[in-house]
């Protein structure tokens, strides 16, 4: 491309012949000489920076300096010329573009003749990046180690050669990069990133699993909270392709699944979604609907939502409930009035004590409920727990 | 390829084709031109430009060329032809002016001829026998300029280098070999317009007194010999070969502004050339998040902030619409792209507003943290008549809300995990019969935005709390927010 050495050349000799003759002396047409010197900038979300330096040798006053590529999508209004070893005499007075070709000229002052190094930023597309992440978890699966990785997708059709890349944090790499090649570079590693197992009942978002039964589709997934105190936080974690592994003792590491992770800034919390577990058995069923009138045609609802849990696990586990009001409310006046629901979380059930206050808002309730295992027996004890809410104001 | 030329006296249909051959000859056959066109000049068959002027508009498809030329004319009724084939001018715009011996010459008609679209012929009387100059001026359209802007911040962020450019480009179908290039930024009446700017000659006044005069030649205007010159720079695209870079001079005319680009350029039918308008070398920037849903969307955006003015090593112009590219020092002996974005016209003195987007360091959520209703009236069944318990009023079980107070307790949530404190701005916009409780000192953007500010020290997590009452149904009298201090 940009050296895109023969449209360059072909350019270059065809304005040099034209030229001979009336030049005057001190003007120097010279095409790009090779790169010295390859950056490419990827800390930017949607598009990618190419930054090269030249060393272009230049004649007391005005030189011509062609730069021109093919077949690559180059942003040609992006490009930009500045001169790193003399910035304040080696100096762009005008470019010019010709018709119909993937080319400009600069006519570059040099107020003495010798070489000049440059460098040439530009935008280009085909040249992109995107994440990827490898998580193992330890065989007790309390920790994991994770690795973020950069996938450089080169379909710029340009062999770029050794190439420092930058991804906007973390550390900078340099490789050669080749044409229509795919680079997969680990850009960080974080070990010993405690994990949390959580399980979740949330009928709005996950559904049902046996919906004649009842039985919700409980959802597994690995939290890592992405701060400090649990050996991340150093930077957001952008969208990209996890999988998941596990140690299984043997020096080995079984798959366990793949999952989106999310963009998930400082201090959020990425949420793996390893599959459903069927081990942890969530019966919900709508114990009480009491329509007591208040005024006219205004009513409250008393409801119970009751959650029949039976975890099958040789290990106690943390169900998390989910409650949305406003779903709840069309399942028991089988509309939707558009208006927030207006609740009030009745104390005289134990789950009220297990409200995640930080999380839950007013649409949204949530509950952290720790299970028991499995007992001696394998049965299963079974917990039935009660959601009591009051839904007011309702017409 | 050149297309508009002007042909003097008599004429056959094979001397326009003959013409024709010699101008390419003249644009080919570099070696030979000076001999060809000493010899057009000698015959005095087709007089070449000896200045040319383009006033090009940025908001119209439309520039004005003013071109001189210089004709020898004959005691008598003089034929000029003067045709265009495959260019853009506007064959009513095509206009002639004596710049020289006016007293002696004058333009008795002008014919259209029906077989040749792009073509007319001038009838001139003459008492001269000699050499005068004649301007041309027309439209045309095809010639198009832009402004763009390259910033870049440093590491810092604290100071931006702001370059401003202008391209200018070509599809005229006509060359222009060292013109005068003015470009006008503006979007007045165009025929005022043009007829402002048409006063300002190409040619000084007192090059013109002396021409007339007979001090200076003809030639002078553009001496023959120097047009071997042109067509070679014509060739090659480019106007000039001085080592420094051209100055652009800016000036306001009534309420437009006018660059002139020093000295002349040549461009070339489908080319385009990029010159610098100005160059500021250290703007001071001040940066702010703002949340404007109308404007940006609904993200709460970075925006860096500098004034066009001369503190800020600007303010030489108003900055035309374009497009704006910024980068930054990356800290990293490299640079970082942070933005591209259009800007409307930025008058001397304003605002520039970048939008940087969504910030991954700064992170805004909106939370209903609970919802309410209280003064509820009802509707008697079959009548006009309102009862609220409120009020003492008795409810009877067929009477149906129609009146209430919607309450909703509100955080904006902000997290600012930059390692310098943050400004943030918040407009909210909402309907209906409003009243904004805070204590965030709220003030009104307009009657139904409320706008509040926070500052965020590094690391800090902020709650904007603030309830939201809407008087619904019938409790609805206006359709506004207003203020009110408190929880």
């Known amino acids: 491309m940009l050296s895109c050495a023969r449209p360059a050349m072909g350019l270059a000799i065809a304005l040099a012949s034209i030229l001979a003759a009336p030049l005057q002396a001190g003007i120097k047409l010279i095409t790009l000489p090779p790169r010295e010197r390859v950056e490419i900038q990827l800390d930017n979300p949607s598009v990618t920076l190419v930054e090269e330096e030249r060393v272009v040798p230049l004649n007391a006053g005005v030189n011509e300096v062609v730069f021109a590529w093919t077949n690559t999508q180059v942003d040609k209004e992006s490009i930009q010329f500045r001169s790193l070893s003399d910035p304040e005499n080696v100096k762009v007075l005008s470019t010019s573009y010709p018709p119909n070709e993937n080319a400009l000229t600069w006519q570059v002052a040099a107020p003495k003749a010798g070489s000049a190094k440059v460098r040439i930023s530009y935008l280009i597309g085909q040249l992109d990046k995107s994440f990827a992440y490898e998580a193992v978890a330890a065989k007790d699966e309390k920790a994991l180690t994770l690795r973020q990785y950069i996938l450089l997708h080169n379909r710029a059709n340009e062999e770029f050669g050794v190439s420092g890349m930058w991804p906007g944090f973390g550390e900078r790499f340099e490789r050669p990069i080749g044409t229509n090649e795919t680079k997969q570079l680990l850009s960080s590693k974080f070990e010993n990133v405690p994990v949390r197992k959580v399980y979740t009942a949330d009928l709005s978002e996950f559904g049902y699993l046996d919906a004649g039964k009842q039985q919700l589709r409980v959802p597994m997934h690995y939290l890592l909270k992405n701060d400090a105190g649990n050996a991340l936080g150093q930077f957001p974690f952008m969208y990209g392709k996890a999988r998941v592994y596990q140690d299984d003792g043997r020096g080995t590491t079984a798959f366990l699944g793949e999952d989106w992770l999310k963009f998930t800034p400082r201090d959020d919390e990425v949420r793996l979604y390893l599959g459903v577990a069927k081990d942890v058995v969530v019966k919900r069923t709508l114990a009480k609907r009491d329509q007591n009138r208040v005024l006219g045609n205004l009513f409250n609802y008393d409801v119970v939502v009751r959650f029949e849990i039976e975890n099958f696990k040789d290990q106690p586990v943390t169900l998390d409930i989910a409650e949305s009001m406003s779903a709840l409310r069309r399942e028991i006046l089988g509309n939707d009035t558009g208006r927030p629901v207006e609740w009030e979380l009745m104390t005289d059930t134990p789950l009220a004590e297990m409200l995640d206050k930080e999380k839950t808002t007013a649409d949204k309730l949530l509950f952290h409920v720790p299970l028991t295992p499995r007992g001696a027996d394998q049965q299963a004890a079974k917990q039935t727990i009660d959601l009591h809410l009051l839904i007011k104001n309702e017409w | ?487």
């Open chain 2, 1 to 487: 390829m050149r297309r508009a030329y002007l042909k003097h006296g008599c004429f056959t249909p094979s001397d326009y084709t003959g013409m024709r051959t010699v101008l390419y000859g003249i644009l080919f056959a570099v070696t030979a031109l000076p001999a060809l066109a000493r010899q057009n000049i000698d015959l005095s068959t087709v007089p070449p430009r000896d200045t040319v002027q383009l006033t090009i508009y940025n908001s119209e498809d439309l520039t004005l060329v003013r071109e001189t030329r210089t004709v020898t004319f004959k005691t008598g009724v003089n034929g000029l032809q003067f045709s265009w084939a495959n260019t853009l001018i506007d064959p009513t715009s095509v206009q002639l002016r004596f710049k020289t011996h006016a007293e002696a010459l004058e333009l008795l008609d002008t014919t259209f001829p029906h077989d040749k679209p792009q073509e007319l012929t001038w009838s001139v009387r003459s008492g001269l026998n000699g050499d005068a100059a004649v301007e041309i001026t027309y439209f045309t359209s095809g010639i198009t300029w832009a402004a763009d802007y390259v910033c870049v911040s440093n590491a810092d962020e604290t100071h931006l280098a702001f370059d401003g450019f202008v391209r200018i480009t070509n599809n005229s179908g006509e060359d222009y070999e060292d013109a005068q290039v003015r470009l006008v930024v503006g979007t007045l009446n165009l025929v005022e317009k043009v007829a402002d700017l048409a006063k300002r000659g190409l040619i000084t006044d007192q090059e013109e007194r002396a021409h007339r005069k007979g001090e200076m030649p003809a030639s002078k205007f553009k001496a023959p010999k120097a047009r071997a010159e042109i067509a070679d720079k014509a060739m090659k695209g480019l106007g000039y070969a001085e080592a420094d870079e051209k100055s652009i001079i800016k000036e306001g005319l009534s309420e437009y502004f006018i660059y002139t680009v020093e000295g002349t350029e040549t461009i070339p039918n489908t080319w385009s050339k990029r010159m610098r308008l100005f160059s500021g070398t250290s703007a001071p920037f001040r940066i702010q998040y703002r949340y404007r849903p109308r404007e940006y969307g609904d993200q709460l955006v970075r925006m860096f902030l500098l004034r066009n003015d001369e503190k800020s090593s600007l303010g030489t112009t108003p900055l035309p619409d374009g497009v704006v590219r910024l980068f930054k020092d990356n800290g990293r002996d490299g640079l970082a792209m942070l933005a591209q974005q259009g800007i409307k016209y930025v008058p001397i003195g304003q605002e520039i507003e970048l939008n940087l987007g969504a910030d991954p360091e700064v992170i805004h959520e909106w939370i209903l943290s609970r919802a309410y209703r209280d003064n509820i009236w009802f509707q008697r069944s079959g009548a006009n008549v309102y009862y609220s318990p409120g009020q003492g009023h008795q409810i009877k079980v067929d009477d149906r809300v129609i009146g209430w107070d919607a309450h909703e307790l509100r955080l904006e949530r902000i997290r600012n995990y930059r390692a310098k404190p943050i400004d943030v701005e918040v407009r909210r916009p909402f309907d209906g019969d409003v009243v904004f409780h805070s204590l965030l000192s709220p003030t009104l953007h307009d009657y139904r935005t409320v706008q509040f500010s926070a500052t965020l020290a590094p690391a800090e997590k902020k709650d904007l709390a603030y309830r939201v009452t809407t008087r619904s149904g019938i409790n609805q009298k206006e359709q506004h927010v207003t203020l009110e201090a408190g929880e």
